[in-house]
């Protein structure tokens, strides 16, 4: 299992990733400003290798989703987006075929990309480990909570 999380210091901004997580002692070092954070390493996380719940903030509550990343998605409805309104000038029927392509991209992309576990209250993510069943998909009305 793998985890990784932006360091819980108010003015650290480091984004700390460790594998194998089973083997994680009590604390974990923050790598830029060397601070010791506290870990919950559940019996869950190290036999089956399973989050049940986040080893970071301790929360119960997970969601899983794709692990896309978001600054992609945007680059390529911007990039696009722009050769589309080009297009606009010069052919409807091409500018209609870029955005057609550009959602074909997205789809290639989403549908190769694995899942992920996210913690609503730090958004630490775990990666290379089983899905728990309990856990499901985005929900707005517990993000609005943290």
């Known amino acids: 299992m793998q985890i990784r999380y932006h360091c819980p210091t ?4 480091a984004i700390i990733e460790y594998e194998p997580l089973e083997e994680c002692g009590e604390t974990m070092e923050c790598p830029r400003c060397h601070t010791k954070h506290p870990m919950t390493i559940s019996e869950m996380i190290r036999k089956e290798d399973m989050a049940d719940r986040c080893a970071v903030c301790d929360s119960t509550e997970l969601f ?3 692990d896309f990343p978001q600054a992609l998605g945007f680059a390529i409805v911007v990039v696009f987006g722009l050769i589309a309104i080009y297009y606009f000038t010069v052919s409807v029927v091409i500018a209609w075929s ?3 392509s550009a959602i074909l991209l997205d789809l290639i992309i989403y549908s190769v990309l694995g899942r992920v576990t996210t913690c609503y209250a730090c958004r630490a993510e775990y990666r290379k480990c089983k899905l728990n069943p ?13």
């Not at 309990?134 to 943290?146: I, M, P, R, W």
Request: include cysteine; aromatic fraction near 8%; glycine fraction near 8%.
């Open 98 to 100: 870029v955005l057609g």
């Open 10 to 13: 108010e003015t650290c901004v």
């Open 134 to 146: 309990a856990h499901e998909g985005f929900d707005l009305a517990t993000s609005e909570k943290y």
């Open 64 to 66: 899983v989703r794709k």
